[in-house]
């Protein structure tokens, strides 16, 4: 058995604090114990430090958060990030598709996967729900290095057997490989699967009908899709799917609208679809950075919590532009206000740790930095660049707290700890 602690500056979010503003933790001089990667204690360093006056403590200079949760990002398209000129459909056919099929070859996908994993705990980053691509091996390339880093990671092949020419499988390939994957990976570290038809024009009927028959066959996984993303998309589904009710409809038509369901966008939905994501407890990953490159909208969140639709945040590489969750916090209160609603500081640091865990169904083991969770978290820096140093002097912590969301970026990520290990070290 291993024990250490960390002493400094504590801030986490349980809970949506809209409508739980008790689950704001903050403690200015707090402890947390950890014992083998589980943290044990957690609470003022006075109260706690005759219980654990044997165990040694390190102290850790900023403010410590959960590490960050991204709902929502395709690992295959960090190197297509900035891709120029169109919107979604065009975007994906004249940069993401041809990008995607070099992951047939492994070690491809695994340098890429790499570069990707650094990436997300360069930015602090420590759990994240990824598309790959079609390829099985581009999922065994994902898997084994977020095993070897010990990352609570969620994936699962992408289905798509109406793709292009050299990207898209057949029914028999995508269940069997989807089987195939599950069975070699289900239980192998902290890793997740997630059936993953990539959106509902990329699927023929009976696909989209056997990824329902999937999930509903693996009761331990998830759902991840893209829904009501952008105008033209939305157009062409409608056109697809004329006798569903909307966008959401032609996935519950097939079984796939879930409590364990996550729909990336969630942009455009009428009022009934909302009503059924929150009848149903399936849930939205926010995704404010790709719908701006991508000139898709602003997420409306007055109407999701009109309806209490549960919400996660992603960034959405490589449509989103950044791997910073605080700058996508940051983009998720300016997508709001373009909708009148000034999101709330606190509420999008839950959405980008606890929302985001508890849509990805691991609320109970990361997000919160609460006893009993695995110990992920991020010493933030709030002077990293002199401008985030001025605004940040002598301010309140909700103050605090919005400029580093709206200046911070990865160079206020000072550290990120894994399971209680120092996973990157931006002094170092
Ligand atoms: N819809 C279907 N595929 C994709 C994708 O790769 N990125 C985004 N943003 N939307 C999609
Ligand atoms: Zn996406």
Not at 34 to 52: H, K, N, P, Q, T
Not at 170 to 175: F, N, Y
Not at 293 to 310: E, M, P, T, Y
Request: aromatic content about 8%; glycine content about 8%.
């Amino acid at each position: 058995m291993t024990i250490c602690a960390f002493r400094g500056e504590f801030l986490s979010v349980a809970r949506d604090p809209l409508r739980d503003p008790a689950s704001v933790r903050h403690e200015v001089d707090g402890l947390l114990v950890v014992e083998d990667g589980i943290i044990a204690a957690r609470g003022a360093y006075a109260d706690l430090v005759d219980r654990f006056a044997d165990v040694p403590i390190e102290t850790l200079p900023g403010l410590i958060v959960p590490g960050f949760v991204d709902a929502h990002v395709h690992y295959p398209q960090m190197d297509k990030i900035a891709s120029h000129g169109e919107q979604l459909l065009d975007w994906l056919d004249r940069h993401i598709f041809p990008a995607e099929k070099a992951f047939a070859n492994k070690a491809h996908a695994s340098s890429v996967a790499e570069a990707f994993l650094d990436e997300l705990l360069r930015n602090g980053t420590t759990s994240a729900l990824v598309y790959p691509t079609v390829h099985e091996v581009s999922v065994d390339a994902l898997f084994e290095a977020a095993l070897a880093r010990d990352m609570r990671i969620i994936s699962g092949k992408v289905l798509m057997d109406l793709g292009p020419d050299g990207l898209s499988d057949t029914l028999a390939s995508g269940r069997a490989e989807t089987e195939a994957l599950i069975r070699r990976w289900r239980g192998r570290g902290r890793l997740g699967y997630a059936v993953t038809p990539r959106f509902a024009l990329a699927s023929s009927d009976v696909q989209l009908a056997d990824a329902g028959a999937l999930l509903a066959d693996n009761p331990g996984i998830l759902m991840h899709t893209h829904l009501a993303e952008n105008v033209r998309e939305v157009s062409a589904v409608a056109a697809r799917f004329a006798d569903s009710l909307d966008y959401l409809d032609a996935y519950d038509r097939f079984g796939l609208v879930t409590s364990r369901s996550v729909f990336a966008h969630g942009v455009h939905l009428p009022d009934r679809a909302c009503a059924r994501l929150a009848e149903t407890g399936a849930g939205i990953a926010v995704c404010p950075s790709s719908n701006l490159f991508l000139g898709s909208g602003f997420f409306h969140f007055a109407q999701a919590d009109r309806h209490g639709v549960k919400l996660g945040l992603g960034t959405d590489i490589g449509a989103g532009t950044t791997f910073s969750m605080l700058h996508t916090a940051g983009l998720a209160y300016q997508a709001g206000l373009a909708r009148e609603y000034p999101l709330d500081p606190f509420r999008a640091l839950w959405l980008a740790t606890g929302g985001s865990a508890a849509l990805l169904h691991i609320e109970d083991k990361i997000g919160a930095l609460e006893v009993g969770q695995e110990a992920d978290f991020v010493v933030l820096d709030d002077a990293s660049t002199p401008l985030l140093a001025r605004r940040t002097a002598g301010v309140p912590l909700a103050a605090r707290l919005f400029a580093l969301q709206i200046l911070g970026d990865d160079r206020a990520v000072r550290r990120t700890y894994i399971m209680g290990n120092l996973a990157w070290d931006r002094d170092a």
